[in-house]
């Protein structure tokens, strides 16, 4: 059998193997196969699609991705122990799953993708955000990203302006993404449970970004705003040089305004000034 039909329950593999979830690893096994379908399906159709996935730890959400009949599966995976389970998962789907041992952050995906890819994770807490702010630099290498985050991320990613969970993430996120929460994962259904409710997000890349403006400046005008966010924008960008005020008014921003108030096309706008003026 090729579908992944003969495999061993997954509570039967992590005992075989002494896969205790490590906390160093920011380790939370998702067993129930219920909710690692709904996960899998979160990007759409994935038949004939390369997939990339980060931290499949016993393979859970692995299975259910090569149940979707994609075309080639590609997992980064650094704890060793999981390595034998995983290779027992290939075998077990005709080898459509390939596992890469690497810390996820140092990898270059373009090494080892020969096509643009759907990436869909479980993500370890202790590196979703890098993770995400890494791939969304290389964003024209995939299609989505269905990730997994501790709710408190994932209000940020989807948050709008003017409440409390928008800031840098919400603006990066959003100018070069579609982003929208699918659901909540109480932590209920991992092993360990975590302390915080989990929600998973996708993310379409955009063909271009939402408006015009360079990253890097953007990214400084952004942090710079919310670096003291409770002070009002002609006080915080202060640092930036040159005259504030008029930026501000150029860009259709009250110099009276803070920054979780101004929308991702103002601060867009916004950045593009000031790289004008470096220029």
């Given at each position: 059998?090729?579908?992944?039909?003969?495999?061993?329950?997954?509570?039967?593999?992590?005992?075989?193997?002494?896969?205790?979830?490590?906390?160093?690893?920011?380790?939370?096994f998702l067993?129930?196969?219920?909710?690692?379908?709904?996960?899998?399906?979160?990007?759409?159709?994935?038949?004939?699609?390369?997939?990339?996935?980060?931290?499949?730890?016993?393979?859970?959400?692995?299975?259910?991705?090569?149940?979707?009949?994609?075309?080639?599966?590609?997992?980064?995976?650094?704890?060793?122990?999981?390595?034998?389970?995983?290779?027992?998962?290939?075998?077990?789907?005709?080898?459509?799953?390939?596992?890469?041992?690497?810390?996820?952050?140092?990898?270059?995906?373009?090494?080892?993708?020969?096509?643009?890819?759907?990436?869909?994770?479980?993500?370890?807490?202790?590196?979703?955000?890098?993770?995400?702010?890494?791939?969304?630099?290389?964003?024209?290498?995939?299609?989505?990203?269905?990730?997994?985050?501790?709710?408190?991320?994932?209000?940020?990613?989807?948050?709008?302006?003017?409440?409390?969970?928008?800031?840098?993430?919400?603006?990066?996120?959003?100018?070069?993404?579609?982003?929208?929460?699918?659901?909540?994962?109480?932590?209920?259904?991992?092993?360990?449970?975590?302390?915080?409710?989990?929600?998973?997000?996708?993310?379409?890349?955009?063909?271009?970004?939402?408006?015009?403006?360079?990253?890097?400046?953007?990214?400084?005008?952004?942090?710079?705003?919310?670096?003291?966010?409770?002070?009002m924008l002609?006080?915080?960008?202060?640092?930036?040089?040159?005259?504030?005020?008029?930026?501000?008014?150029?860009?259709?921003?009250?110099?009276?305004?803070?920054?979780?108030?101004?929308?991702?096309?103002?601060?867009?706008?916004?950045?593009?000034?000031?790289?004008?003026?470096?220029?």
């Open positions: 059998m090729t579908d992944g039909s003969d495999l061993p329950p997954l509570r039967e593999v992590i005992n075989t193997y002494g896969l205790r979830a490590e906390k160093s690893l920011g380790q939370n067993l129930d196969l219920n909710l690692t379908g709904k996960i899998a399906r979160c990007p759409g159709n994935l038949d004939g699609e390369t997939v990339l996935e980060v931290g499949p730890g016993p393979g859970g959400l692995t299975r259910a991705i090569l149940g979707c009949n994609v075309k080639q599966l590609i997992a980064i995976e650094k704890d060793t122990r999981c390595l034998q389970p995983l290779a027992d998962v290939s075998e077990a789907f005709g080898g459509r799953l390939t596992v890469i041992e690497a810390d996820a952050l140092s990898v270059t995906e373009a090494d080892f993708l020969t096509e643009k890819a759907h990436i869909v994770a479980n993500l370890p807490y202790n590196v979703a955000t890098p993770l995400l702010i890494k791939w969304l630099k290389s964003r024209d290498q995939f299609k989505s990203m269905t990730l997994m985050f501790q709710k408190e991320v994932a209000d940020r990613l989807i948050a709008e302006p003017g409440t409390k969970a928008y800031g840098r993430l919400s603006i990066i996120s959003q100018w070069l993404c579609r982003v929208s929460k699918q659901f909540d994962l109480s932590p209920k259904a991992f092993t360990p449970p975590p302390k915080v409710v989990s929600t998973v997000v996708k993310l379409i890349p955009r063909e271009k970004p939402a408006f015009p403006a360079d990253m890097d400046v953007l990214e400084k005008v952004v942090a710079t705003a919310f670096g003291q966010r409770r002070k002609r006080a915080s960008l202060k640092s930036l040089g040159g005259p504030t005020e008029d930026n501000l008014i150029a860009a259709g921003i009250k110099p009276t305004q803070r920054a979780e108030e101004i929308t991702v096309e103002q601060f867009c706008r916004l950045s593009e000034i000031y790289r004008h003026q470096k220029n």
